[in-house]
């Protein structure tokens, strides 16, 4: 079984920052493709950022410029850093995993973590 577990999340006003991280735990061979996904309240999932294993990235358009989005292969972590926040941006956020396990591939979700940007 595998675990991802989010942390970072909070209440900050617009223009400021935060740094999400996701920690991946159990029986892992190794982590293919991490995404972070958001939820804004009333919402659908929406998909904010990607990063592969060998560090290529790609962003939603909302969030260009503004998000990155980097992972530590070795400690099985990655990470989201949230620049320039706006109102919009508040949703419970997800980290996403495509993890090699020793029977099968399989995907894994965390349980979220909230940002509310806010004056």
């Known amino acids: 079984q595998v675990q991802l577990v989010e942390s970072g999340g909070g209440l900050v006003q617009p223009g400021g920052s935060l740094r999400l991280s996701c920690v991946a735990s159990?029986?892992?061979?190794?982590?293919?493709?991490m995404r972070w996904y958001r939820q804004p309240p009333g919402k659908q999932r929406e998909l904010v950022a990607t990063i592969t294993s060998t560090g290529n990235t790609n962003y939603a358009d909302s969030v260009k410029g503004r998000f990155t989005i980097s992972r530590d292969n070795a400690k099985k972590t990655g990470y989201l850093q949230l620049n320039d926040l706006k109102p919009e941006d508040t949703a419970i956020y997800y980290c996403?995993?495509?993890?090699?396990?020793?029977?099968?591939?399989?995907?894994?979700w965390g349980q979220g973590t909230q940002v509310t940007v806010s004056s």
């Open positions: 159990g029986s892992i061979l190794r982590i293919y493709v």
């Open positions: 996403n995993a495509d993890v090699q396990q020793r029977v099968a591939d399989r995907q894994y």
